[in-house]
């Protein structure tokens, strides 16, 4: 217990004191109810220091001390609804309620804590909330943020009021103030949180001025001259009236259940929301009951936090690989303790180039921070620096290509390390073989990674025409490949050849041609001829095509290879209806663009962009200005936010059928 008691002491200070978590928020919880339960169970160990019994750690001797006459409390968790079930229970027991009790449930937001003193309607003092008894004085940069009133609206104002609330960074200002520090050649906040703690707690405010904070209130502290309403709710409609935000998520819920989905809700609109959210606070509406039920020495028996499953995890990095590929990109990739988090199971997250690596430090043996959020990729946070052992050591990248031998290139002012070997290194073949049968190419069905392994690695497949020459014998003689497997590969990849311009295009590999491009040339061009003999210039005609594309296609053409193998693919039987038939169709939705985001069940994305393509529409990745519509099917996240904050017209996945029905005719 004094172990963990130290451990747990030395996070508050990292968190509360520094700004500088060491480890994730699940992490420490877990670390708080172990020792939870070791003092639950041994109540004559319990002492009046243990950081059960106190909230962080105390404030920086640099800013003045500001006492708090009401502590501020913390809250205490729920992890699930169980947690949630016996908390209502305990409530329901101190009042002897009969019936379900009101909960006002509003976001917790993943910011900090601050107490603003309203005297005679003037904002005279802002505090952290430090310890909870002693905090910091940050009036100055309270001041600089602009959802905060310098004086309260109206009448009948109190003499004294203390309100409590959250400061914050909303996802936008913290992803524009990253961007700003890492074009400065500056360094990149961790997370939201951490930003608001570190732009609030400047000594100078004129550096928090250029800081994008927002603030909720939540509650009152000290209150001189004012009787209180009723409730929790009344309370706000209060503090709106006066000029302080508020969430606009909260609600007021009866009983668990009505309870459990409003958290729900919360959970589902969590990607939408313009700010983090780590739960949700739920809080006894009525103060006269809140007053009964009262209060441990850290945390209200009256409310409680249920927090979401975390998104970021602790976990070690076993090993660090390089991985070549298809276009020679060599990336270094971290193999990592299998950690679940944020729904899924990672084991290796990329490490993007040498320059990311080293700006993260990175080292086999570190114990990280792995943050998946949505359905974003998974990703190295950080280092936890205490935890590295001294003789830990760079990882130094390959000077030869780990494949085939051949000198790795680096060009100047690039951060990719390439192998510049093409199809003659393994890893480029088996790459571009698996591109090439990838289901948006020619989509091989059962063609997959451990059969293409073995294929190029008995160099019976040097170049995707020879997919087409493989035999039945050939395929049969394969691990993992019977005789029907090998009859239904030979089949599909029959059928493969049916294909249309855009996507054996695609297929191609060429570098910088994605779907997008790809669909782009086969409109502009419409034949495979025309592109084959088109030059820079006429390239750069094309919408979407910029000098490096038009390169890299120029340079694809005029490789003998290249030219060599398409001719193989077209003997092979490989082909695909007129572009010119294909675009005769209704064109109604003519040059609109569209992006699609999250899981659209009634019909696949793919066969949505097919749809939109062949009604003449472009259906790009990424959400800006140019959007048209954008498609948003279920668990859309940051793309369906960026299109609300442009005004880009959003339609559901009905919405998107109706259109398209109609234009189809
Ligand atoms: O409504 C709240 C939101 C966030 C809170 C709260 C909080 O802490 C970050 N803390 C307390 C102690 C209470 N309500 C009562």
New binding site residues.
Partial sequence: MQQLRGEINQHNQNYYQYDAPQIPDANYDELLRELQALEAANPELLSDDSPTQRVGSAALASFQQVQHQIP????DNAFDDEEFAAFDKRVRDRIQAIDDVEYLV?P??DGL?VSLLYQDAVLVQAATRGDGKTGENVTENVKTINAIPLRLKGVNLPKLIEVRG?VFMPLAGFEALNKQAVDMGGKSFVNPRNAAAGSLRQLDSKITATRPLAFYA??VGVVEGLVLPATQKMLFELLVNWGLPISDQVSVESGTEQCHKAYESLAGKRPLLPYEIDGV?Y?VNNFALQERIGFVSR??RW?IARKFPAQEKMTEVVGIDVQVGRTGAITPVARLAAVFVGGVTVTNVTLHNEDEMRRKDVRVGDTVIVRRAGDVIPEIVSVVMQRRSEDSALFNMPLLCPVCGSAVERAEGEAIARCPAGLFCRAQVKESIKHFSSRKALDVDGLGDKIVEQLVAKEMVKTPADLYRLTKEQLSGLERMAEKSANNLLLALDKSKQTTLPKFLYALGVREVGEVTANSLATYFASLEALQYASREDLEKVPDVGPIVAQHVVAFFELQHNQEVIAELLTAGVQWPDVEAMSSVDQALSAKVFVLTGTLSLMGRDQAKEILRSLGAKVTSSVSKKTDYLVAGEESGSKLKKALSLGVTVLSEEDFLALIKDHQG
């Fill in positions: 501020m409390l913390s809250l509003e917790k937001l804590a959250e939540y509650g606070v809080k945390a209200p409310a």
